[in-house]
């Protein structure tokens, strides 16, 4: 395994990390044990990185179960800031939740100390400084070894890395951001400003979630779990794209999920892909594919169908800044909307 460094934290990870969304047993694998095993097999296939969240359901209780033992052989991921359950505190990215949602992820991992602690989304309503200021805390007293963001805008990248230094706090060390063929958007900026401030990134969705794995076909029935939530997986536009990509990884002499997997890593910005599996025959199919390198010809020809910086189609779950959801940040009053 040729790990690299997560930014310039130091810290070694494996450019294929375990993503335990799908270890969820109430909307993911139904067998804990079984998920155990997964992540016991991907960490002797030389993982070690494994991402999880509270707001996953019960993963991080199983995560925390499978890790006893084998502990301080992993860079352990988790994020707080996502609504978990109904109550309106208990979200968010405020010093308030914050110093109660890392108490929560340490009892449920069963651990002392969590590696990467991400900011899931944005948070509006919350000065960076406080969440900054909240999570220099959490580092000076040694319950998280780093700290990052997910799915930021690049203009937000920007602007916590110049709180962080004018208040003299710590940085945001990595961005979790999506990243497939089918979403290039984040190499115009995100990428760049992640390398350009020495930044780490996991990728999240490298399969498009479901989309690049050769399962789905325009016009069948497919049997992806998430099909009936997320639009983005029968979004004809994509399906278009998958149609051309399917011939491209047969002559490649790859399967799709190969494919998928190794044009994330192939970018310079990208520290490590999260693999997704749901069962162990997925995980196995995606250890399989983790010497797999895309040639200079294979990825111009993913430039064609796909052009570079672009997305093909939303996903579903991408942060949208207010302005996108709250019509009135984008409409004058109706008084001063003419010219004269
Ligand atoms: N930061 C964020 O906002 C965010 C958002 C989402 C996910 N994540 C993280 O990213 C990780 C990956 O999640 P993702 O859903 O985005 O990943 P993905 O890898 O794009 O998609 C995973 C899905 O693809 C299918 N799949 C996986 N391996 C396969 C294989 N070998 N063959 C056929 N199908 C396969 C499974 O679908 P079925 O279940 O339908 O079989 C699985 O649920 C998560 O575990 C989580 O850690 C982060």
Redesign the pocket.
């Known amino acids: 395994m040729q790990y690299r460094t997560l930014g310039r934290t130091g810290i070694k990870v494996s450019p294929y990390a375990l993503?335990?969304?799908?270890f969820a047993t109430s909307f993911?694998n139904p067998d804990p044990d079984d998920s155990a095993r997964m992540i016991h097999k991907a960490l002797d296939a030389g993982l070690n990185f494994i991402?999880?969240?509270d707001a996953?359901g019960d993963s991080e209780e199983v995560v925390g179960k499978a890790l006893r033992g084998r502990r301080d052989d992993v860079v352990l991921a988790t994020?707080f800031g996502r609504p978990v359950g109904d109550h309106p505190h208990h979200q968010g990215a405020s010093r308030r939740w914050i110093v109660t949602a890392v108490e929560n992820s340490l009892r449920r991992l069963g651990v002392d100390h969590i590696d990467l602690y991400q900011v899931?989304?944005t948070d509006p309503a919350t000065d960076v400084e406080e969440t900054l200021s909240a999570l220099t805390d959490l580092l000076r007293a040694g319950k998280v070894r780093a700290i990052g963001t997910?799915?930021s805008l690049a203009s937000d990248i920007v602007e916590a890395q110049w709180v962080a230094e004018r208040r003299g706090l710590a940085r945001f060390r990595a961005e979790?951001a999506?990243y497939?063929i089918l979403n290039r958007g984040v190499e115009r900026e995100v990428l760049p400003l992640a390398q350009r401030f020495g930044m780490g990134t996991l990728i999240?969705?490298?399969?498009?979630?479901?989309l690049?794995?050769?399962?789905v076909r325009k016009g069948e029935r497919n049997?992806?779990?998430?099909a009936h939530l997320l639009k983005h997986l029968t979004d004809e536009r994509r399906l278009d794209v998958v149609e051309q990509l399917v011939p491209l990884a047969a002559e490649a002499g790859l399967p799709m999920?190969h494919l998928a997997m190794a044009f994330v890593i192939a970018h310079p910005g990208v520290t490590s892909a999260?693999?997704?599996?749901?069962?162990m025959?997925?995980?196995d199919?995606?250890l399989a594919g983790v010497e797999v390198r895309l040639t200079d010809d294979v990825l111009d020809r993913i430039d064609a169908i796909v052009p570079p910086g672009t997305n093909i189609g939303a996903l579903d779950?991408n942060y949208q800044p207010p302005a996108v959801h709250d019509p009135g940040l984008r409409r004058r009053p109706l008084a001063e909307r003419a010219a004269a």
């Open positions: 993503g335990a969304m799908m993911g991402d999880t969240a996953y994020k899931h989304r997910s799915q979790q999506a497939s999240w969705g490298p399969l498009g979630q479901g690049l794995t050769g399962r049997d992806l779990r998430r999920t999260l693999l997704g599996p749901r069962t025959p997925q995980l199919d995606l779950q």
